[in-house]
T-cell receptor
């Protein structure tokens, strides 16, 4: 089965420092990967996706993600964290074994402290 | 949240009672989805629809049924609620399905507690 794993339940970072939220994937064939963010009491919002092409994908709110095929990773990054970036982040993969539906990771809570 | 309304926003019910959650969209998107969100599990797909009267099962469909009689409405029914169905339920929509690499738009969620 296609899957993604988010190894960290929570990531803490100081405002202004770079942040990384990790995601690894397990797929057969070419991976289609996504990042979503969930702010408190809201639904998920799309941040970015990797389908093909450049390994560095730029998304909303200054976020970017680096696709690394050899390490089967798709880590989310931002050069300078803001307190307002504090939220729950989900990595997802298109699951070709499940009608092309998205399979989500367990989520990582990002806490940015002033 | 992208023209998606979920109702009710909160519901408390008792074990064994039927429950229906509603998702209404104003975007005229073809695909609609129901997910449940539980700590440590992320989001898991319950059912989805690819058109009026066209639905299919997701990863965790047992105990749930859905109906889509109009493009704009997608109903999720728990025929006989159980405590294991206590969760936050999210409706999502997409224009052409994730097979086309379309992104999903999510509603604000329904918090369901089954006592």
């Amino acid at each position: 089965a296609q899957s993604v794993a988010q190894p960290e339940d929570q990531v803490n970072v100081a405002e202004g420092n770079p942040l990384t939220v990790k995601c690894t994937y397990s797929v057969s064939g070419n991976p289609y990967l996504f990042w979503y963010v969930q702010y408190p009491n809201r639904g998920l919002q799309f941040l970015l996706k990797y389908i093909t092409g450049d390994n560095l994908v730029k998304g909303s709110y200054g976020f970017e993600a680096e696709f690394n095929k050899s390490q089967t990773s798709f880590h989310l990054k931002k050069p300078s964290a803001l307190v307002s970036d504090s939220a729950l982040y989900f990595c997802a993969v298109r699951d070709i074994n499940a009608g092309n539906m998205l399979t989500f990771g367990g989520g990582t809570r990002l806490m940015v402290k002033p | 949240d992208a023209g998606i309304t979920q109702s009710p926003r909160h519901k408390v019910t008792e074990t064994g009672t039927p429950v229906t959650l509603r998702c209404h969209q104003t975007e005229n998107h073809r695909y609609m989805y129901w997910y449940r969100q539980d700590p440590g599990h992320g989001l898991r797909l319950i059912h989805y629809s690819y058109g009026v009267k066209d639905t299919d099962k997701g990863e965790v469909s047992d105990g749930y049924s859905v109906s889509r009689s109009k493009t704009e409405d997608f109903l999720l029914t728990l025929e006989s609620a159980t405590s294991s169905q206590t969760s936050v339920y999210f409706c999502a929509i997409s224009e052409s399905g994730t097979g086309g690499q379309e992104k999903l738009f999510f509603g604000s969620g329904t918090q369901l507690s089954v006592l």
